[in-house]
């Protein structure tokens, strides 16, 4: 007898909590880790001796308050109740801990109980659920360091391409030109934009990122995709320039408004296609 559908909903929300609370150390700790490791190599290649650091990984030191280093207890660690409970202050210096922590956490539930509600309990949910975590860290990274590391994009690429190949064989031929055509069409924007202004306007990291959801959606979602990334982009790039006259000229991430359109992709994709197709015909 399976469990009653409102208990399996409770368990995939707690899960799903328990998991973005994993995923913010990693939005936090792999920049630093990434930096630390960038700058001892560019030392090696100089032939300089290289720094030595305290140890630091996703494991270690335990969680800490970022500025007077105080170890948090494990009743102000548990996701969303710990920084409700201490109304988002360290519990020892009362510094304010950033909103970022709840939010990464309630997301991570939200999208869990979504993916079950839409896909069910089944292996291949998990699959689609952990792309879409990806997603999510990809986003919040790039939001706070320009960056979206190679250890996560392309995992996230190959990923795509096994799930195809283990629950749509028949995607396969479809997500392999997905991954392709992705990586191909940023590229392309990049230097065409490059030549006609001399300037950079996004990095090599989207090219993968973008190339990783045509691994998970097709090459034929492509344009789907750009349409829902650039015009999120746009419009909330103008918001913000209204609402903050001071970003106003500064570059925006692309990586975000990506990973929403992935997250629409998967979640809603065929969906959004029969939409998109009844529009355009």
């Known amino acids: 007898m399976g469990l009653p559908p409102l208990l399996l909903t409770f368990f995939a929300g707690m899960m799903g909590l328990c998991l973005g609370s994993f995923l913010n150390v990693v939005i936090t700790r792999l920049p630093v880790m990434l930096m630390r490791q960038w700058r001892n190599e560019a030392l090696a290649s100089l032939e300089q001796p290289t720094e030595s650091t305290p140890r630091f990984n996703l494991a270690y030191p335990p969680s800490m308050c970022p500025r007077c280093e105080h170890a948090i207890a494990w009743h102000d660690n548990l996701p ?9 202050r360290c519990a ?10 709840p939010i990464v956490e309630l997301i991570g539930s939200v999208l869990a109980v979504t993916v079950l509600a839409l896909h069910g309990w089944q292996l291949s949910s998990l699959w689609i659920y952990a792309a879409c975590m990806t997603l999510l860290a990809l986003a919040v990274i790039d939001l706070r ?15 795509g391409l096994a799930y195809q190949l283990l629950y749509q064989p028949v995607m396969l031929s479809n997500a392999v030109l997905g991954a392709m055509a992705g990586y191909l069409v940023l590229w392309s924007f990049y230097w065409l934009f490059k030549l006609v202004t001399g300037k950079e306007g996004m990095g090599y990291g989207d090219f993968k990122l973008l190339a990783a959801l045509g691994a998970w959606l097709g090459w034929s979602m492509l344009p789907l995709l750009l349409i829902v990334s650039a015009g999120l982009g746009a419009l909330i790039g103008l918001v913000v320039q209204m609402l903050m006259p001071r970003l106003r000229g500064q570059a925006m991430p692309f990586g975000p408004f990506l990973a929403l359109a992935g997250w629409v992709g998967l979640l809603a994709g065929d969906d959004l296609m029969a939409l998109y197709l009844a529009l355009l015909y």
């Open 80 to 88: 969303l109740i710990g920084w409700l409970k201490r109304r988002g």
């Open 145 to 159: 360091t320009y960056l979206l590391p190679d250890m996560l994009t392309l995992p996230l690429l190959w990923a």
């Open 92 to 101: 020892h210096c009362q510094t304010r801990i950033s909103p970022q922590y």
